[in-house]
């Protein structure tokens, strides 16, 4: 499939930003950061909310007709992308409820946001994930931990983000939580792509060219002649072949720059070393790494319509 | 609605029988079907840099050809792909905006190029290439079983079918209602044994492929006529001692 700039930094952005507006309603909501300055709680949502923003605008740069996008909303019934536009706008007004309750000193309605922000965090980033685990056409979309892998991105770059954020500030106490919840994050993101990307390499079941084309009671099928000599839609939009030659490297970059980093300069912070020089350079590689991932996400999966192509 | 529509068992399910023992792979279904729909009902269907290289375009119908088997048994199938009306097509239901619905009344799949927002993801979710992208503007097109020929009542009865049926020279193609067990095609895919592409899926598609037949024993075990006769083949008496004398 081929990774679209606009849909790989999408969910990139989105996802952290969704990521550190769940660790930022949810640890409030639990009587952390009480102590820290209004501005600190204030930016931490103003962040969240710019790259939630961010990534949604540039998901609308993917779309033939943006200025239909408001349409998106009526399927929800049916479609899991209807239903992440859905969660998208229902997360916004507790986010903006907290920015300003975090502001303000609402302690009650932080709390109450914050629960209200991270719940709707959670289900927008389920639908995301979930647009593409319902595909059959993708199997390695249907891998039973392309959802956890989603829900692991946000949280590792949310917690990396909102650590970060608390050490520029030189809050001492509040560095912890978040730093700790990266070190988690980032392991559990390891764990769950090493297991994914082994799986995928031993081959996932799914139709073969002998079930597309109905030809396997004669026996194996080959292609002979394509039914068209230049490139068309469906063989540049899914059946991108360019990545592969550089997945193994781009792996070990997202595991190790991207994951491990990470979490190892959080597990420093946490030791005692200065938090923000560890922190900052960590929550970018974070990112990087999130970046990383989703683009092999896209370049590695296979979708069945090349099955008549080669 | 993307949700499908509730349809009743038996209900008209219009769809396309494609038989693979006949297909030449000509190619007039296609240049017909992009003829006809280049001013049909999801006209029109865009070409780019028709006349220089790396020429491409929107086309409904795109006819493969395999090589299936090996030895005596293999051969070569050519294989028209196009969309293929499913009974639960996934291409409607992950539409986020209700464009991509499928017809209740005779389950054709279409696209409402008026509310379409592009966003491709139909095209993602048929695991048939079915459906193609109009990039000039920015809405998905696919095959629309010609709905505009087949319930045409300006052209004559016998010509309301779709390009592809009525252009195929060998009649590898034919239209009907499949939801119908006496229907023509119903028939036609009972007697030569139907199959549904890539079944595992579960999208039920109506569309149906009749698979090459078997080859006649006597055209794969047939063998060269001897071509060292012997003399009691040769009736003409003066060609049976020429061939003695020469034989010596």
């Known amino acids: ?126 639908c995301t994930a979930m647009i593409y685990a319902s595909l059959e056409t993708v199997r390695q979309w249907r891998h039973p931990l392309v959802v956890p892998g989603y829900f692991a991105m946000a949280a590792f770059s949310g917690a990396a983000l909102l650590a970060a954020l608390a050490a520029a500030w030189g809050l001492r106490g509040s560095v912890l939580a978040p730093a700790a919840l990266a070190v988690l994050g980032g392991a559990a993101a390891m764990g769950l792509k090493h297991a994914y990307w082994r799986a995928v390499d031993a081959g996932l079941p799914g139709p073969t060219r002998e079930s597309a084309t109905s030809l396997g009671a004669i026996g194996r099928v080959r292609p002979l002649d394509p039914p068209h000599t230049q490139q068309n839609y469906l063989l540049r939009e899914m059946g991108f072949r360019v990545a592969r030659k550089h997945a193994a490297r781009l792996r070990g970059v997202a595991l190790a720059a991207g994951f491990a980093a990470p979490a190892a300069l959080a597990l420093m912070a946490l030791a005692g070393a200065p938090a923000a020089p560890l922190l900052a350079p960590g929550a970018l590689l974070a990112l990087l790494g999130v970046l990383v991932e989703r683009w092999l996400m896209f370049a590695e999966a296979t979708h069945t319509v090349t099955l008549y192509y080669h | 609605m993307t949700s499908l529509p509730e349809r009743p068992a038996g209900a008209k399910k219009l769809g396309l029988v494609i038989d693979l023992d006949t297909c030449v792979g000509c190619q007039a279904c296609a240049v017909n079907c992009k003829e006809w729909n280049a001013s049909g009902h999801s006209a029109p269907l865009p070409d780019f840099k028709p006349y220089s290289a790396g020429a491409e375009g929107v086309w409904f119908n795109r006819v493969h050809s395999y090589e299936a ?32 619905y499928k017809r209740a009344e005779d389950g054709i799949v279409l696209v409402n190029a008026e509310t379409c927002i592009g966003c491709g993801l139909c095209a993602w979710a048929c695991p048939y290439g079915a459906r193609e992208m109009d990039e000039d503007a920015g809405v998905m097109k696919k095959c629309t079983l010609c709905i505009d020929r087949i319930y045409n009542e300006t052209i004559p009865e016998a010509q309301r079918q779709p390009a592809c049926v009525i252009t195929c020279p060998t009649r590898a193609r034919h239209f009907g209602d499949l939801g119908d067990p006496d229907s023509a095609v119903s028939q036609l895919v009972a007697r030569r044994g139907g199959q549904d592409l890539m079944p595992e899926l579960g999208y039920g598609p109506v569309n149906k492929y009749l698979p090459p037949r078997e080859r006649s024993s006597a055209l794969t075990e047939a063998k060269p006529v001897e071509d060292a006769p012997t003399p009691m083949d040769i009736s003409n008496p003066l060609l049976r001692w020429m061939d003695r004398v020469l034989s010596r």
Not at chain 1, 48 to 66: K, Q, R, V
Not at chain 1, 77 to 105: I, N, Q
């Open chain 2, 69 to 100: 088997g090996e030895g005596e048994k293999g051969r070569t199938v050519h294989f028209p792909r196009s969309c293929l009306h499913c009974e639960t097509p996934a291409c409607v239901t992950v539409c986020p905006t209700g464009a991509s």
């Open chain 1, 1 to 126: 499939m081929k990774p679209a700039p606009s849909i790989v930094f999408f969910t990139t952005a989105s996802g952290a930003g969704y990521g550190l507006l769940f660790w930022l309603g949810l640890l409030r909501a639990f009587g952390w950061g009480a102590e820290a300055p209004p501005a600190f709680g204030a930016a931490g949502a103003l962040l969240a909310l710019a790259l939630i923003t961010a990534g949604l605008l540039s998901s609308l740069a993917h779309l033939g007709n943006p200025q239909r996008a408001w349409r998106a909303f009526s399927q929800w019934r049916s479609s899991w992308l209807s239903r992440e536009g859905v969660a998208a706008v229902l997360t916004y007004p507790p986010a903006l409820l907290l920015l300003l309750a975090l502001w303000f000193e609402w302690p009650v309605a932080a709390a109450v946001a914050g629960l209200l922000s991270a719940a709707g965090a959670a289900a927008t980033v389920y």
